[in-house]
């Protein structure tokens, strides 16, 4: 395996490194990245597409003559428009020359004009961004705007009215403001980054002479970084569980051998930096990402402290999942992930023991592993570098997944009790009053949707996935009809958990070419009664022919009996099912809404 | 090949992906393939990061070929 290049890395490294990736893109997905920019782009380009590559992609670039951001933006017949990603990267000294000269001079009207001026050029930008976005389905990904790195001011410069700094945060409030009205333009924290590794080191006068770039060397570093984390996480699923270790992780001490009051948790001493790091665990799970534990101690014991320790922030009811037992913790996070139904690929799993991360690492090496740092004040810090728990949109579904899987455990237990009788099975199903709400994908429900296309393995017919901006351009084709579904019962709201992407290949038939459900809402008979709406929305548009296909992957098992289930018959390459809506649907105990 | 020269070239095939083998001291920017002007700084950045020095602006364009940058690193007090 080639060495993992990060910010410390040598430039050398960087441009050996991307020109193999060139040569030699197998196995790397592409996205085709354009560059907007106010300044010289291309020594930025090796670094950027070597954070990518790994993180699995493969930077396909559109660069855009540098100094024409208006232009490259405003003119139809540009090559940045198929992009995926657009990226526009400006500076203040270039977008503002003029009224930063203006300002300089401090004369009192002046200074007024000039500020006018400049946000008068934002809102050129903020106009053309606008105006791209409306003509492209790809995402805008726009860098914020770096404070000026030297103000004729100096010291002074926050508390004139001639003020670079004061400046660069109203433009960037301003560029805040436009991303706020709109879903495809995001902003990527350029500014950010350079603040992260400090001006002084950020920038390289001569390279600005020579190049026109005015980034160092590890300045491009650093903000390849930040972009490369931003634009995977546009494309890739963020991490869905963390499991955590206990003794030294989310405390100090060994709660076996010290006991509830030796432990370090609480408002004092290095107790404070785990309750810290349990305050940053519980803003992931508020993201959507469940939390876990793997530990080996007395469940007993652990447990003391979740429920009556004053200094723990983590309760009982926020740990989805837990193995506390003396088993291998490989084998406890196999367990947890068959519990809660996911893929051990969406898993981080988190232990200050070296020897732990190793076995977990030697045994699932599909795992993110994050061994803690020596000192725990450096446990927040560790947890946030990770890119896994990235993500560049947060749906209503993410911020109420954890309730959800609580409602889950409610569910479990009750089905338990039916699980061997296939007659209390019914009735049990029967209890739960499953409503199926079946609506067209609307504008509100781009995120959630691509989102399921990208993370949904179990119960997926295709396994096609796809991006917002491929969501976006399919809505608006009149020859796809694409459906989500909600699903509640009365423990509680599932929310959009199933999508049917139908488009029409001739005039009476129209072709299945998406079919999924999360797993939270398998054996239900869901997948039943949504296929039914479906068809009856299909039957309606003049269908009297209905295809499909079947694409086996590792995982899809739950799938495989979908279409022969709801009588498509197989033709050779693909299934069919006429005349429909063809044979009743066994969904009786669910009640259907729409579309 | 002198022993720097060599490890100027490494680090400039590194940048631009000539061979090793076609670098010599003569070697020029505009000239060696791959050595373009985006290259160059990717280079400048490199041998500023093996050797630890800080070349300045005058210098980087006075450099018109391999040898030069090597006469430039010694005088910087590599060896």
């Known amino acids: 395996m080639t060495e993992v290049v990060t910010v410390e890395t040598s430039a050398a490294v960087f441009q050996r490194r991307w020109r193999e990736i060139e040569a030699n893109p197998t196995g790397l997905r592409p996205i085709a990245i354009a560059m907007v920019a106010s300044y010289t782009i291309e ?99 726009v860098g914020t705007l770096p404070r000026p790195r030297f103000s004729p001011l100096g010291v002074l410069d926050p508390s004139h009215p001639a003020s670079y700094s004061q400046l660069a945060h109203e433009l960037n409030l301003a560029l805040f403001a436009t991303t706020r009205k709109s879903r495809r333009i995001r902003l990527a924290d350029v500014d950010g980054a350079i603040s992260y590794l400090g001006h002084e080191r950020a920038w390289d006068p001569r390279m600005a002479l020579i190049s026109g770039n005015p980034l160092s060397s590890a300045g491009m570093r650093h ?261 989500a579904l909600d699903v509640r019962d009365r423990f509680g709201e599932y929310g959009t958990t199933g999508l049917a992407f139908a488009h029409r290949v001739a005039e009476d038939t129209w072709h299945l070419d998406t079919v999924l459900l999360s797993c939270r809402v398998l054996g239900r008979g869901v997948e039943s009664a949504f296929l039914r709406a479906v068809t009856t929305d299909l039957v309606a548009a003049g269908a009297k022919k209905l295809t499909s296909q079947m694409i086996p992957t590792k995982k899809n098992a739950p799938v495989r009996d979908f279409l022969p289930r709801h009588g498509f018959v197989e033709t050779g390459e693909a299934w069919l099912k006429e005349p429909l809506p063809g044979a009743p649907f066994e969904d009786e105990h669910i009640t259907l809404q729409g579309p | 090949m002198t022993g720097l020269v060599e490890r100027l070239a490494g680090l400039l095939a590194d940048v631009c992906g000539a061979p090793i083998a076609t670098l010599n001291a003569e070697s020029a920017p505009g000239v060696t393939a791959g050595w373009d002007s985006v290259a160059n700084l990717g280079f400048i950045a490199a041998v500023e990061d093996e050797f630890n020095i800080t070349i300045s602006t005058n210098e980087v364009l006075a450099i018109k070929s391999l040898g030069d940058m090597a006469k430039l690193v010694t005088a910087k007090g590599v060896k």
Request: hydrophobic residues 45%; contains cysteine.
């Open chain 1, 43 to 141: 020594p930025l380009l090796p670094y950027l597409g070597c954070f990518l590559a790994q993180r699995g992609l493969h930077a396909k670039y559109i660069v855009a003559p540098f100094g024409q951001v208006y232009q490259s933006l405003l003119d139809a017949s540009s090559p940045t428009r198929t992009a995926d990603v657009t990226l526009v990267l400006s500076r203040i000294e270039d977008l503002c020359a003029r009224p930063l000269a203006e300002l300089a001079k401090l004369d009192p009207d002046g200074v007024q004009a000039a500020r006018v001026e400049a946000h008068s050029e934002m809102s050129w930008l903020t106009a053309a961004l606008t105006a791209y976005e409306a003509a492209t389905t790809g995402t805008l990904l």
């Open chain 1, 223 to 483: 903000v390849a970084d930040r972009l490369a984390r931003t634009i995977a996480a546009l494309v890739l699923p963020a991490a869905k569980v963390i499991v955590l270790d206990l003794d030294n992780t989310l405390w100090g001490g060994i709660v076996g051998e010290d006991g509830p009051t030796g432990i370090a948790i609480g408002a004092t001493g290095v107790g404070a930096a785990f309750v810290a790091f349990q305050d940053a665990l519980l803003a992931y799970r508020a993201q959507g990402v469940l939390l876990a534990i793997a530990s080996k101690n007395n469940e007993a014991d652990a447990f003391e402290i979740f429920d009556n320790h004053s200094g723990m922030r983590l309760k009982r009811e926020h740990i989805a999942a837990h193995r506390i037992s003396w088993a291998q913790k490989s084998e406890s996070l196999r367990e947890i992930a068959a519990e809660l139904s996911l893929g051990l690929d969406s898993f981080i799993f988190v232990d200050d023991s070296p020897t732990e991360c190793a076995e977990v690492m030697r045994v699932l090496p599909e795992v993110t592993v994050l061994q803690l740092p020596q000192d725990p004040a450096n446990y927040v810090a560790a947890l946030a570098a990770l890119p896994q728990l990235d993500r560049m949109s947060l749906t209503d579904e993410d911020r109420m997944r954890a309730a959800a899987y609580n409602a889950e455990k409610a569910r479990t237990a009750a089905r338990e009790a039916a699980e061997h009788d296939p007659a209390l099975l019914k009735e049990h199903l029967k209890s739960l009053e499953l409503i199926c709400a079946v609506r067209r994908v609307g504008d509100g429900d781009v995120a959630r949707t691509a989102q399921l296309t990208q993370k949904t393995n179990q119960f997926n017919l295709t396994t096609i996935r796809r991006t917002e901006a491929d969501i976006e351009s399919m809505r608006r084709d009149p020859a796809w009809r694409l459906y």
